[in-house]
Nanobody
Framework: QVQLVESGGGLVQAGGSLRLSCAAS????????MGWYRQAPGKQRELVAG???????NYADSVKGRFTISRDNAKNTVYLQMNSLKPEDTAAYYC?????????????WGKGTLVTVSS
């Protein structure tokens, strides 16, 4: 089992910055990749950014150049630095971890943190 706790959401004006954190605990040795997803009201959950255990990253086109995902293995924490925020970035942001145990993949989710960008 992996537990994920997000923090860092809040209200910010357009053009501002926020940094989200996701602290992992439990069977962290089994985590293969982690990522951030978001879900705006009335929309489907979408991948924002991901990072593998090897440090490879990928981003949604809509956030490339503005958001940066990183991880601190010593703290078992993944971060999402969000710059130049836009009103369309308003959403609930969820941390995700993909765990691999005995060749089976398991998805774990945090409870989410709300980001609101005012125009």
């Amino acid at each position: 089992q992996v537990q994920l706790v997000e923090s860092g959401g809040g209200l910010v004006q357009a053009g501002g910055s926020l940094r989200l954190s996701c602290a992992a605990s439990g069977s962290i040795f089994s985590i293969n990749a982690m990522g951030w997803y978001r879900q705006a009201p009335g929309k489907q959950r979408e991948l924002v950014a991901g990072i593998t255990s090897g440090g490879n990253t990928n981003y949604a086109d809509s956030v490339k150049g503005r958001f940066t995902i990183s991880r601190d293995n010593a703290k078992n924490t993944v971060y999402l630095q969000m710059n130049s925020l836009k009103p369309e970035d308003t959403a609930a942001y969820y941390c995700n971890a993909v765990s691999v145990v005995a060749m089976y993949e398991y998805d774990y989710w945090g409870k989410g943190t709300l980001v609101t960008v005012s125009s």
